[in-house]
């Protein structure tokens, strides 16, 4: 079935195909994850090829065949440049990061709302600069782990079930378990000791607060949990090579 769809996406990245065109990945909000054909898209002269760039939040003209694997995108308009995260390195490190998660983690052809407005969402906000950009990243983290699946309770401890008290209590994180009450942590083995600072940041960016109270440390830190969290829930993912160096 053939159709010429209109929708907007995110490009998450981009290929060189031929000696004049491209393929671009996408993530759009009627077709979930897709890779297009842009003809002669690397022309100069192409305003298809420049407007569908890494990182561009775009709306789309596409001619959509269901057996096909690659689209043939025939328009692209600027929706959002976000200029602001580009001009920041540290910025653009991190928004490269939520890209790899669509890249290696969401499979093609699944439409999902929800998902579609969170990257949308969060990419204004690095823009923004409201907050540190790990911080930021952070809160797309948890959101996507979350909606992968592996929703981690800051509530109760997943083991005994006792209540959290977030401003005194710390706690573990346990790969099979998931976030344990301090008296848990050390009982079950392999389990990751969270300080009270980042068990409450935690806390408060899954509840969405304004405020998380992270330092630039504590950030990094509990993104390698949250990473190492998620690499043991699907093994395929490697992790995440923006940050790496971080």
Not at 100 to 111: A, I, N, R, S, T
């Given at each position: 079935?053939s159709?010429?769809?209109?929708?907007?996406?995110?490009?998450?990245?981009?290929?060189?195909?031929?000696?004049?065109?491209?393929?671009?990945?996408?993530?759009?909000?009627?077709?979930?994850?897709?890779?297009?054909l842009?003809?002669?898209?690397?022309?100069?002269?192409?305003?298809?090829?420049?407007?569908?760039?890494?990182?561009n939040?775009?709306?789309?003209?596409?001619?959509?065949?269901?057996v096909?694997?690659?689209?043939?995108?025939?328009?692209?308009?600027?929706?959002?440049?976000?200029g602001?995260?580009?001009?920041?390195?540290?910025?653009?490190?991190?928004?490269?990061?939520?890209l790899?998660?669509?890249?290696?983690?969401?499979?093609?052809?699944?439409?999902n709302?929800?998902?579609?407005?969170?990257?949308?969402?969060?990419?204004?906000?690095?823009?923004?600069?409201a907050?540190?950009?790990?911080?930021?990243?952070?809160?797309?983290?948890?959101?996507?782990?979350?909606?992968?699946?592996?929703?981690?309770?800051?509530?109760?401890?997943?083991?005994?079930?006792?209540?959290?008290?977030?401003?005194?209590?710390?706690?573990?994180?346990?790969?099979?378990?998931?976030?344990?009450?301090?008296?848990?942590?050390?009982?079950?083995p392999?389990?990751?000791?969270?300080?009270?600072?980042?068990?409450?940041?935690?806390?408060?960016?899954?509840?969405?607060?304004?405020?998380?109270?992270?330092?630039?440390?504590?950030?990094?830190?509990?993104?390698s949990?949250?990473?190492?969290?998620?690499?043991?829930?699907?093994?395929?993912?490697?992790?995440?090579?923006?940050?790496?160096?971080?």
């Open positions: 079935m159709a010429i769809i209109t929708t907007e996406a995110v490009v998450l990245n981009t290929y060189d195909f031929s000696n004049t065109s491209k393929i671009v990945v996408l993530y759009t909000q009627k077709l979930g994850k897709i890779s297009a842009i003809k002669a898209g690397r022309d100069k002269n192409s305003k298809i090829g420049r407007t569908a760039d890494i990182l939040l775009i709306s789309i003209v596409l001619y959509n065949k269901d096909r694997e690659v689209q043939l995108l025939t328009q692209a308009d600027m929706v959002a440049f976000f602001n995260i580009r001009e920041d390195y540290d910025s653009l490190l991190h928004a490269h990061a939520v790899e998660l669509f890249q290696y983690l969401v499979k093609e052809h699944e439409e709302q929800r998902l579609y407005a969170g990257l949308r969402k969060i990419l204004y906000r690095f823009d923004q600069k907050e540190l950009p790990a911080v930021t990243f952070l809160r797309f983290f948890i959101f996507f782990i979350e909606l992968a699946g592996y929703e981690l309770s800051t509530q109760f401890c997943s083991n005994c079930g006792r209540a959290a008290d977030h401003t005194k209590d710390e706690a573990g994180l346990n790969n099979t378990a998931g976030v344990l009450c301090s008296d848990c942590a050390q009982k079950i392999h389990t990751v000791h969270v300080s009270q600072e980042l068990f409450n940041a935690l806390h408060c960016l899954k509840s969405g607060n304004r405020e998380s109270g992270l330092q630039p440390g504590g950030a990094i830190r509990l993104i949990m949250l990473e190492s969290f998620l690499k043991y829930q699907i093994p395929e993912f490697q992790g995440l090579k923006s940050i790496k160096s971080i």
